[in-house]
């Protein structure tokens, strides 16, 4: 489905799309109890960097559409690499790779043959840690993504460029200097443009790798507002090793450790009635 | 599943902190109630005295919440964590109502002391003694982070009910058959009405013990949810 899908559909396409018979849906208490699509299933995966050493335990999940997806737990416990899997951004490390279980996104395993890596990324888009605008100017770096795809229109760009800062909250901030360097914004600008980036190809998902570590309360609290608003339009999934950012932004929280995915629940309980003595240790700050 | 130190050992001091200043103020009520009781019984005004003046309970509420907040805007506590800070709130609070109703009991047995002595004094013993009990095995169910026995407190403010009733019966009809005597009557009921709180009080506490330690808000639920609802084997 990945390899054929449309990059940009109506929200009557996405509608019917997301309603496609025999793709998983589950009553979720995050949208009052009416079906919520399974975008993103990970079922029972094994992952290592070099192989018969995994690092990723039997992890198995369900994300779900227009929800907002909390990864945490200690340095090292596997959130970010689950977290790279989903785009296959792993694949970059040739002795890398799943041993066992499968992703499927959208219903379509993403590491299946036929599978087309470029593809796969339109549809789930990354953030990174650090801001990592191109040494381009703000129109285009937006407009990169597009331009890659094959889209040149200049009328084409500019409307999916204004929507996509917008989106992004930043738009009132640069549109009188859009071709200005996109490195000559602050860092929490920096980081808006990234997100106006990722989401100018109107991805299905966005990975987050703690967005924020590097920006300051401010900046911080714009890009957690920013995932509020998106996730109307996006699914999220966001790693973090702030647990404050995670109880205020996430539908949802999964914590790791050492490998294993621990626990798995909506985040109002996650934060104030887990159900295994780790996930409370960890999160009250008595261990890691 | 509180029985690892927190890494910072300030977030374990300042919740250890609040926990014994909460305990304090249980304390520190439940004896002013006895103290009245006791003054009330004994009939001597110093001992009323002594409750009347207490302002250590009010002082002591305002520690608690102003320690409660800070661990909530310093720390940000979550989980059983969470639940103990505002559970030890909201028990602080309940404790100096108690305190207070331990002083209106002390003021009005200074009324009824300057009256001449009625026999009807008695009624308010049984209820006295059922309040005083549910104060303190509410405290102790706080104290040994105990949810059954919290529950077991909830499920005795009926049996206080139903003392409250047959005392305020009987109280009624001695005002009916000796009039002459409502002056020392009337705090008589006003007390009534004070130990019937204590219980309610008590109950509140006992509630926020249950939130706290299975996470489950029996507020305004009947017995039988709220033995359901926290998986407690209660005896209804």
Known sequence: MIATMETSMSEEEQQEEVLTPGRKTVDSPVTGGKPSNVVIEVDHVNFGYVPKKDVLLDISMDINQGEVTAFIGPSGCGKSTLLRCLNRMNDLIPTAGISKGEIRILGTNIHAPEVDVIELRKHVGMVFQ???PFPKSIFENVAFGLRIQGINDKQKLEQAVEESLRLSG???EVKDRLNASGLGLSGGQQQRLCIARAIAVRPKIILMDEPCSALDPISTATIEELITTLKKDFTIVIVTHNMQQAARVSDRTGFFYLGNLIEMDLTTTMFSNPAKKQTEDYISGRFG | MQNTPHTLATFETALQGLRSNVIRIASLSSTNLETAMRGLMTGTPGTLNEVIADDEVNQLERVVDRE??????RFNPVASDLRDVLAGMRIAGNAERISDQAKSIARKGKKILKQPAV????????LAKAAS????????????RDAGGALAVVISDRELDELYRKAYKELTKAV???PQNAKAYIPIVVILRSLERVGDLAVNIAEDTVFAERATDIRHLDLDEAAKETGIEASI
């Open chain 2, 68 to 73: 409660g907040m800070e661990i909530l805007f």
């Open chain 1, 170 to 172: 930043l738009w009132e």
């Open chain 1, 130 to 132: 650090k801001y990592n």
């Open chain 2, 176 to 178: 009916e058959s000796s």
């Open chain 2, 133 to 144: 009990d549910m104060l303190s095995n509410a405290t102790a169910a706080f104290v040994n």
């Open chain 2, 119 to 126: 026999s009807e004094l008695a009624i308010v013993e049984p």
